[in-house]
């Protein structure tokens, strides 16, 4: 019986099927050991039974129920189901626990593809809050598995080294992420503008993406004031922070602000640019911890590293090395930040006095000078924020020669 064939009779007719033989099973009597396998065998395992003790102290067992038995089954073959969508959450949550004791989401080649099937079913159960401070390596390693998550709410990229052309920008500006991303902070990335203009050119041009973001952190960039009117764009955005910046603060910046995206300047920090509550959640909480566990038990490259940097400096190129190490910018401390680089914005409430949004219009008020312009003034500080402007003067020469390149 341990390599027989399997013979079925069908409509009266007896024929043998090739691809279906008989395995043994380690542990059990050949009575009870033959089992059908095919592609992916379903062998009876220890994990199939439940062992206990009676009151004698005999080791006694019984089998697990048969929707436990084939959860197992399905969480090892996960790759392989073609949907999701339509199970309640009770089973995919099971499921996921499942697969993700299993391992399956350490799998290079299988987790993606799991990842998305669970995404693409229960949205953001799967996560919706996912915290990658500081944590470059883990986007580098998992890119393929971090873009499955198309229902976040919630985005830290802060300190990631996301560069001017990452490839996570595409991402960022999907259709999948545009009617939920909500918070969004890529600070600390050594974004230019060009970075910035590049990563809002969907939107700009072809409106679409980030259509929901109203939180924007992109503190400890080289951005200058220049890069204030790509973010016009973005219907919703409510709170920016763009401390420790090439933006000066003063009344010039106060008004820019005000006319390009309708945001006055905090003098309290905000709640939102607070990262001590920045967290992961969801069912995939546990998955990306442990990305990050396996991926500190590899073979560390320091050493390599450091053999590098001594060749080209050998052939005479330090120079060159010296610009590879200084491409990662340096993160400031959040304590060291000081009260002048703190530069947080926000709308103000409806109904109140936009304060700060005219910062010339106390001057106005002291000289008694030009009475009619300063009631003028006084009319605008009291009005709602500007409308963004028209899609007529969207694209300028900077969007053309972006498109050029493309």
């Given at each position: 019986?341990?390599?027989?064939?399997?013979?079925?009779?069908?409509?009266?007719?007896?024929?043998?099927?090739?691809?279906?033989?008989?395995?043994?099973?380690?542990?059990?009597?050949?009575?009870?050991?033959?089992?059908?396998?095919?592609?992916?065998?379903?062998?009876?395992?220890?994990?199939?039974?439940?062992?206990?003790?009676?009151?004698?102290?005999?080791?006694?067992?019984?089998?697990?129920?048969?929707?436990?038995?084939?959860?197992?089954?399905?969480?090892?073959?996960?790759?392989?189901?073609?949907?999701?969508?339509?199970?309640?959450?009770?089973?995919?949550?099971?499921?996921?626990?499942?697969?993700?004791?299993?391992?399956?989401?350490?799998?290079?080649?299988?987790?993606?593809?799991?990842?998305?099937?669970?995404?693409?079913?229960?949205?953001?159960?799967?996560?919706?809050?996912?915290?990658?401070?500081?944590?470059?390596?883990?986007?580098?390693?998992?890119?393929?598995?971090?873009?499955?998550?198309?229902?976040?709410?919630?985005?830290?990229?802060?300190g990631c080294r996301l560069g001017d052309n990452h490839e996570i920008f595409q991402h960022l500006t999907?259709?999948?992420?545009?009617?939920?991303?909500?918070?969004?902070f890529i600070g600390c990335n050594g974004l230019s503008d060009t970075g910035l203009q590049r990563l809002?050119?969907?939107?700009?041009?072809?409106?679409?993406?980030?259509?929901?973001?109203?939180?924007?952190?992109?503190?400890?960039?080289?951005?200058?004031?220049?890069?204030?009117?790509?973010?016009?764009?973005?219907?919703?955005?409510?709170?920016?922070?763009?401390?420790?910046?090439?933006?000066?603060?003063?009344?010039?910046?106060?008004?820019?602000?005000?006319?390009?995206?309708?945001?006055?300047?905090?003098?309290?920090?905000?709640?939102?640019?607070?990262?001590?509550?920045?967290?992961?959640?969801?069912?995939?909480?546990?998955?990306?911890?442990?990305?990050?566990?396996?991926?500190?038990?590899?073979?560390?490259?320091?050493?390599?590293?450091?053999?590098?940097?001594?060749?080209?400096?050998?052939?005479?190129?330090?120079?060159?090395?010296?610009?590879?190490?200084?491409?990662?910018?340096?993160?400031?401390?959040?304590?060291?930040?000081?009260?002048?680089?703190?530069?947080?914005?926000?709308?103000?409430?409806?109904?109140?006095?936009?304060?700060?949004?005219?910062?010339?219009?106390?001057?106005?008020?002291?000289?008694?000078?030009?009475?009619?312009?300063?009631?003028?003034?006084?009319?605008?500080?009291?009005?709602?924020?500007?409308?963004?402007?028209?899609?007529?003067?969207?694209?300028?020469?900077?969007?053309?020669?972006?498109?050029?390149?493309?």
């Amino acid at each position: 019986m341990d390599a027989s064939g399997v013979f079925v009779r069908e409509r009266g007719k007896l024929h043998r099927v090739s691809d279906i033989v008989l395995k043994p099973v380690v542990g059990f009597s050949s009575s009870s050991s033959s089992t059908c396998r095919r592609t992916n065998p379903l062998v009876l395992r220890k994990e199939h039974f439940v062992f206990t003790y009676n009151a004698e102290g005999s080791l006694r067992y019984s089998s697990k129920s048969l929707f436990d038995i084939a959860l197992l089954f399905v969480a090892g073959n996960v790759q392989h189901v073609d949907s999701l969508v339509g199970f309640p959450e009770q089973i995919g949550d099971r499921l996921f626990a499942a697969a993700e004791e299993n391992r399956v989401f350490l799998k290079p080649d299988v987790s993606p593809r799991a990842l998305r099937l669970f995404s693409d079913a229960y949205g953001e159960m799967v996560l919706g809050s996912l915290c990658l401070r500081n944590r470059f390596p883990l986007l580098s390693e998992r890119m393929a598995d971090i873009k499955t998550f198309h229902s976040l709410k919630r985005l830290d990229l802060f300190g990631c080294r996301l560069g001017d052309n990452h490839e996570i920008f595409q991402h960022l500006t999907s259709a999948s992420l545009a009617s939920c991303l909500i918070q969004l902070f890529i600070g600390c990335n050594g974004l230019s503008d060009t970075g910035l203009q590049r990563l809002t050119a969907p939107v700009r041009i072809m409106r679409k993406g980030l259509d929901c973001l109203q939180c924007l952190d992109v503190s400890h960039n080289p951005l200058s004031e220049r890069a204030l009117r790509y973010l016009k764009c973005l219907p919703k955005l409510d709170k920016l922070d763009v401390s420790s910046t090439s933006v000066k603060f003063g009344s010039r910046l106060k008004s820019s602000m005000w006319e390009l995206l309708g945001l006055t300047y905090s003098e309290k920090a905000l709640d939102a640019f607070d990262h001590s509550e920045c967290k992961t959640q969801g069912w995939a909480e546990q998955v990306v911890n442990q990305w990050e566990t396996n991926g500190a038990q590899m073979p560390k490259q320091k050493k390599l590293d450091e053999s590098r940097i001594s060749a080209l400096r050998f052939f005479g190129r330090q120079k060159f090395v010296q610009e590879v190490l200084n491409a990662a910018p340096l993160c400031r401390n959040g304590d060291a930040t000081a009260e002048e680089q703190r530069l947080h914005f926000c709308k103000p409430p409806a109904g109140s006095t936009a304060n700060g949004s005219n910062p010339d219009r106390t001057c106005w008020n002291a000289s008694n000078k030009r009475k009619q312009p300063s009631e003028k003034r006084s009319d605008l500080s009291t009005a709602s924020p500007p409308m963004k402007r028209a899609s007529s003067s969207v694209l300028n020469a900077d969007d053309m020669d972006l498109l050029d390149q493309y």
